[in-house]
T-cell receptor, first 112, second 111 residues
Framework: DVKVTQSSRYLVKRTGEKVFLECVQD?????MFWYRQDPGLGLRLIYF???????EKGDIPEGYSVSREKKERFSLILESASTNQTSMYLC???????????FGQGTRLTVV | KQEVTQIPAALSVPEGENLVLNCSFT??????LQWFRQDPGKGLTSLLL?????REQTSGRLNASLDKSSGRSTLYIAASQPGDSATYLC??????????FGDGTTLTVKP
């Protein structure tokens, strides 16, 4: 079974802090994705990566950056956390860009 | 722009009932459609993936169908159980590799 692991289930950070969300997959997938999920807005794509060191902006990249130094790990970085970044963050991976997506357990981030 | 709608937003059924969840999409130029389950406060679990060339996929008590021309997919759950209670989301993959998610149907199966 594919396993996508997010480093934290819950995080509470202060406004202005730099926040790192980590995601690791164990199936040698080429593609990794970061989404955020908000009530009434559904899942929205922040960034994705189709190879090591490669990244593409999704629909809502503002205020975020990403890093993919190794194939199995994809990090989401909030450069200066703000309260409007309070959300559920979901990482996913897939073997092919249009292939079946597998999600991690989610990180509930609260920025106070 | 692809739009994905799931109606109803919530559904409550007694245990043992067969039920159908609906997913409709506006642009029929899709690559595949994936159904997920999400438990409260958790991530998404993949249930079924249907390629655009397929009409249906089955896994255990679940059967998903796809009618691309009418922009519709259904998820059929047979003999529902309380453990099936969750939110079910569909995601439509466009030909350019972008996924669009529905808002989900929250299912409650009462014992």
């Amino acid at each position: 079974d594919v396993k996508v692991t997010q480093s934290s289930r819950y995080l509470v950070k202060r406004t202005g802090e730099k926040v790192f969300l980590e995601c690791v997959q164990d199936m040698d997938h080429e593609n990794m994705f970061w989404y955020r999920q908000d009530p009434g807005l559904g899942l929205r794509l922040i960034y994705f990566s189709y190879d090591v060191k490669m990244k593409e902006k999704g629909d809502i990249p503002e205020g975020y950056s990403v890093s993919r130094e190794k194939k199995e790990r994809f990090s989401l970085i909030l450069e200066s956390a703000s309260t409007n970044q309070t959300s559920m963050y979901l990482c996913a991976s897939s073997l092919f860009l249009k292939g079946e997506a597998f999600f991690g357990q989610g990180t509930r981030l609260t920025v106070v | 722009k692809q739009e994905v709608t799931q109606i109803p937003a919530a559904l409550s059924v007694p245990e043992g009932e067969n039920l159908v969840l609906n997913c409709s999409f506006t642009d029929s130029a899709i690559y595949n459609l994936q159904w997920f389950r999400q438990d409260p406060g958790k991530g998404l679990t993949s249930l079924l993936l249907i390629q655009s060339s397929q009409r249906e996929q089955t896994s255990g008590r679940l059967n998903a169908s796809l009618d691309k021309s009418s922009g519709r997919s259904t998820l059929y759950i047979a003999a529902s159980q309380p453990g099936d209670s969750a939110t079910y989301l569909c995601a439509v993959m466009g030909v350019w590799g972008k996924s669009t998610f529905g808002d989900g149907t929250t299912l409650t199966v009462k014992p």
